[in-house]
């Protein structure tokens, strides 16, 4: 009886042994999505491409509640050892109005054996650590860390949250190639959807029901280049919009135009204009003693560029994330994000009975934003529209149909005064906001001659071959605005390192003997004044020839395209440069040999170089003007060989002999 006993407990002990060791290992086994993902056969790719998406697919749910559950399944295969990075799933998610119900990863080795990550190898974060007051968190599973090549890395995530608007976007790939990429849209009984593809050839959904399924397969790899657009804008990608079949329960959550978009935003810009005591007293005190319309329109956008920048992102699901602070709450707390900045400047010219309009934007890529598609989520910065009489003169005034001459402000951006605009702005579509007269605007775009370097250079050259020197720059435009940044934001001797290290770049050993600058924000310019030696500069052959690199110092922001091919168009900048060297020569040397004259005229750019003798010195004049322009893969080698011009041109010797 007592051995029974003991066998059938020893029998119990055994089948919870293998029970728990049955259940560990289905908790390890990866689900059936994946394992189909990881058995796909994969295209040979070029060794420089880390990883293959092999699956990613979103399923997007709205329910009768008016929830929306969103389940998510990605697979990525490594392809080296930098496919390591890709081993890691994320999830945001807003405090106030959504949730994470699950993450889940799991990564399929090379033997078919599986690791998973569960609730417990999850982290939960602030999505910007530069912000501390922002409901936008993120769930992580990092498993980079115990990846190799040849591995699988999947990941589930299933959340909840409210929709702002009845739209919704999806970038079928990143820059990594993609095997299937699928979103799919289940809306309730009554309820319809419509797509609108960018940046490719139209993808039609397959419909059953109410429910709509994009899908695209075999995305090649995105290269990064030189010069090239955000892959945002080379993806494909599609823009849902949905909506029920009674029109009033899409109110302010569908927009069928760009004037539907703003009279929703004005509902939320206009009431938190206020004008109290503290905001008239604060306008008349600014603007004292101020003559001229834009006098007045600079000092007080001088003092709003100058408030403290803070994001305070709250409630920013039921919209607070475009409805500005009150004007005399940002004026009293003296700090705010851009959209308060935009309402106190907007809120002060009224006291000056200057009437400003805001403008939603996007920032940091100009050719984001697309017409065909009007919907506020295309924005994620504000800045202003100012009306201006004819008296007033600026780069960056627009002509609007409606409400005539409007001058364009970045109230945020600390570096670029009034008159000029960030050039991650210019020309972009943003929204004007102004209910019945708002609508898609375009952006300036400045000149080349308002963004301009000049630079006169003064070298004496010693038979030695050592030079000493100056060089004098004036910055105007966006060019002042980066040179403004850098030497605002260095300390004195980092600011000196950065300029030490653009002489030696070009001046092997050169000394940074005297650095002065002078900053001139009223006519939208900035001054660099260098003194500086080298003592090898030129090379001296067989106590006979002396020969050195004329060109001494090149643009700070240089172009260079060196790849035989391109997959990308190119991005050009508008702007300008014109140099003057002036070289006084030993004495007891003659000019043997200088640089032929160059001048190359295209449509995105010109450039120019001569070199000539002059009373004993050589003189050198150059000028290079780029037009903005997007520039398409075919038209890459016209291009390349205008950069190299310039390259082999500023690589040329002068050689002198002695007499």
Request: hydrophobic share 40%; glycine share 6%.
């Amino acid at each position: 009886m007592l051995v029974k006993k003991i066998a059938k407990a020893i029998f119990f002990i055994f089948l919870i042994s293998v029970s728990s060791g049955l259940s560990m290992a289905a908790g390890d086994d990866a689900p059936a999505w994946l394992r189909q993902a990881a058995s796909a056969s994969v295209p040979g790719y070029q060794k420089n491409v880390p990883a293959v998406v092999l699956l990613d697919e979103q399923t997007v749910t709205l329910g009768t509640d008016g929830r929306l559950v969103t389940v998510s399944n990605y697979a990525v295969k490594l392809l080296t050892k930098e496919g390591k990075s890709t081993a890691v799933a994320r999830a945001f998610y807003l405090v106030s109005a959504g949730k994470i119900r699950s993450i889940d990863a799991w990564v399929i080795r090379t033997d078919g054996s599986v690791k998973r990550y569960d609730k417990n190898t999850v982290l939960d974060i602030i999505s910007d650590p530069d912000d501390v007051y922002n409901e936008g968190r993120l769930k992580v599973i990092d498993a980079s860390g115990e990846v190799d090549t040849g591995y699988v890395f999947g990941y589930t995530v299933v959340s909840e949250d409210l929709p702002l608007f009845y739209q919704d976007t999806w970038l079928f790939q990143g820059r990594l190639p993609t095997l299937v990429s699928r979103y799919t849209l289940s809306l309730p009984a009554g309820w319809k959807a419509a797509s609108i593809t960018l940046n490719g050839p139209e993808v039609k959904p397959s419909v059953n029901g109410t429910t709509y399924t994009w899908e695209l397969r075999d995305l090649k790899p995105i290269p990064p280049e030189p010069l090239s657009p955000s892959f945002r804008n080379l993806a494909p990608r599609i823009a849902i919009n949905y909506s029920p079949d009674s029109a009033t329960q899409s109110v302010n959550k569908a927009f069928s135009n760009w004037l539907d978009v703003s009279r929703w935003a004005a509902t939320l810009y206009e009431p938190q204009v206020i004008i109290d005591d503290s905001i008239a007293a604060k306008a008349r005190e600014l603007t004292e003693g101020k003559a001229t319309e834009f006098e007045k329109i600079r000092a007080i956008a001088t003092f709003v560029q100058n408030l403290q920048y803070i994001s305070i992102d709250i409630g920013v699901a039921h919209g607070n994330g475009y409805k500005p602070r009150p004007s005399n709450l940002v004026l009293n707390r003296g700090y705010g994000d851009c959209k308060d900045k935009a309402n106190l400047m907007r809120a002060l010219l009224k006291v000056l009975k200057i009437d400003a309009y805001p403008v939603a934007i996007y920032s940091g890529d100009p050719t984001f934003v697309r017409a065909e598609w009007a919907s506020p989520s295309q924005f994620n910065h504000c800045i202003i529209a100012v009306k201006v009489s004819p008296e007033t003169k600026a780069e960056t005034i627009i002509e609007h149909p409606t409400l005539g001459r409007l001058l364009i402000f970045d109230a945020t951006d600390p570096y670029t005064p009034v008159g000029d605009l960030p050039d991650y702005l210019q020309g972009s579509k943003a929204m004007l906001i102004s209910a019945d007269h708002g609508g898609l605007i375009q952006m300036p775009v400045t000149s080349p001659e308002f963004d301009t370097l000049e630079r006169h250079i003064e070298v004496q050259l010693l038979d030695s071959g050592m030079i000493a020197g100056t060089i004098r720059e004036k910055a105007y435009g966006q060019t002042s605005a980066y040179f403004r940044r850098e030497h605002r934001s260095l300390s004195p001797a980092e600011y000196r390192k950065v300029i030490e290290g653009w002489l030696t770049r070009g001046a092997t050993g050169a000394q940074l003997v005297k650095l002065d600058t002078r900053d001139r924000p009223s006519d939208w310019g900035f001054d660099i004044e260098v003194e500086f030696a080298a003592a090898r500069y030129g090379q001296l052959m067989q106590n006979r020839l002396l020969v050195f690199k004329p060109i001494i110092v090149g643009r700070r922001n240089g172009i260079y395209l060196t790849e035989p091919q391109r997959s990308n168009p190119i991005e050009l900048e508008s702007n300008s440069m014109r140099e003057t060297i002036a070289y006084s020569l030993p004495a007891g040397f003659v000019i043997d040999e200088i640089p032929e004259a160059v001048k190359i005229d295209s449509q995105f750019g010109s450039y120019s170089a001569n070199f000539e003798v002059k009373d004993g010195k050589l003189l050198i004049n150059r000028k290079i003007t780029l037009r903005r322009s997007i520039i398409e893969p075919a038209r890459y080698s016209e291009v390349r060989n205008f950069f190299t011009k310039i390259m082999d041109t500023e690589q040329s010797p002068v050689v002198l002999v002695k007499k």
